[in-house]
């Protein structure tokens, strides 16, 4: 019996998305770029790596082919054919460049509402859901109240919070809600605690997700974000693959955020963990444990959270370059009919201006043992990933997107 395993490399986007004019991103390209960075000597941080991108395995299944597709160029270094697997190029429908929405439609759902978002004001947010959310936690006040970076945030405010008790609220362009404060000193349960609080206020105002952001350390020199980042996310607005493979009886194992990403919909088994190497051995360990007909999905958030917001390009290319040499472990796991398939939820392209995520397409690599390799073209919405894998389930169709396989 089939078991599919679907990992999501956040924000590693390959360019060419047609309506990136909308979002001011017209040229980016998160993969393509690190690679020609790294091939002129760019992406070289001493003690973590140098030189020409070095990916192997992420190139033997096509992705270099991939990003070619995807621009019409080939980026440095990678090869224009898929030497073992399929691959394509997912287009997003949903009009979110966000986490959640790539999330959804990959599951088989596109987000078919606009988000609420935070103006790019300061204050940010509005005084009345301010007031209400003081009051109801029991707060001093807050701070922040604008657009930041999380990590500059802490830095800037992070002494002040310690001092006065205020936690540290912040947005970006994506509908999110962000919450930190220190962890010892606010304290991480009641962290979570105003943050279900903020949730309940700002869901009916279409605000994605609350996030809460618990930081550690003495001072603004020390100040680090914990693993204990948790996401409080809308429900998705209806049955994604993972309802559908648990409603057939099947195991759904969520590893990282998917859990919170999906609002714990369809999950049977959840796995959290805390950057690519601890991501990566529960996605193997979870391969050893999985009944036949399970649906494995982890999400790599380090790709996103902590090179491609901090436009940290040679951090990314290391990173980029340590998943590439786990493929093999996860490959050689793969049972017969296994499918394993490779993709991203938006991008976040590092040598870009700003801070935040780029509207590009995502590669969709597809590597089965029981599977020879070939194309499956640009793919009009990222459904077709979960209507793939459901097929391969077997389960029945769903209502978005065609199976490719
Ligand atoms: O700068 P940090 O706190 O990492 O925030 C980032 O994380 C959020 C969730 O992915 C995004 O909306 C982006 O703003
Ligand atoms: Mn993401
Ligand atoms: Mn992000």
């Not at 790294?38 to 941080?45: L, V």
């Not at 540290?168 to 304290?187: K, L, M, N, P, R």
């Amino acid at each position: 019996m089939p078991r599919a395993i679907l990992c999501i490399l956040d924000s590693v986007g390959i360019g060419g998305a047609p309506d990136a004019n909308l979002y001011g991103d017209v040229g980016s390209n998160t993969f393509g770029h690190i690679a020609e960075w790294a091939a002129a000597g760019k992406a070289d941080r001493a003690g973590l790596r140098a030189g020409p991108l070095d990916v192997p395995n992420l190139d033997a299944l096509g992705i270099g082919a991939a990003i070619q597709l995807s621009t019409g160029t080939l980026p440095p270094g990678l090869s224009a054919t898929a030497k073992g697997g399929r691959f394509g190029v997912g287009r997003e429908v949903s009009r979110g460049k966000d986490t959640p929405s790539g999330h959804w439609e990959i599951a088989g759902v596109p987000v078919p509402f606009d988000w609420g978002y935070f103006p790019q004001t300061e204050p940010t947010f509005p005084a009345d859901l301010i007031a209400e959310f003081v009051k109801r936690a029991k707060l001093p006040g807050i701070l922040g109240d604008k657009h930041a970076s999380g990590t500059d945030i802490i830095a800037a405010l992070g002494e002040e919070s310690v001092r006065t008790g205020k936690p540290i609220c912040y947005t970006s362009i994506d509908s999110v809600f962000q919450i930190a404060a220190h962890e010892s000193h606010f304290g991480l349960e009641r962290l979570y605690e105003i943050c279900e609080i903020a949730f309940e206020l700002t869901a009916p105002r279409m605000i994605g997700r609350v996030i809460a952001r618990p930081f550690i350390g003495d001072d603004a020199t020390s100040f680090k974000r914990t693993g204990n980042r948790r996401d409080f996310a809308i429900s998705p607005p209806e049955p994604t693959l993972l309802d559908r493979n648990q409603a057939a009886g099947n195991q759904v194992y969520a590893i990282g955020k998917i859990s919170d990403i999906y609002a714990g919909h369809g999950v049977t088994h959840k796995l959290k963990g805390t950057g690519l190497p601890q991501l990566m051995d529960n996605t193997l360990d979870a391969m050893e444990m999985a009944a036949d007909a399970a649906f494995i999905m982890t999400n790599f958030v380090d790709f996103d959270s902590e090179y491609g917001h901090r436009r940290d390009v040679p951090g990314y290319a290391a990173a980029l370059e340590y998943f590439d040499s786990r493929l093999p472990e996860l490959i050689s796991k793969l049972r017969h009919d296994d499918l394993l398939v490779l993709t991203a939820d938006h991008g976040n392209d590092p040598t870009w201006p700003g801070t935040d995520h780029t509207r590009e397409q995502v590669p969709i690599l597809i590597f089965s043992p029981s599977l020879g390799a070939g194309e499956i073209g640009i793919r009009p919405t990222l459904a077709d990933i979960g209507e793939s894998i459901a097929y391969w389930l077997g389960l029945a169709p769903g209502r978005h997107g065609k199976s490719f396989l």
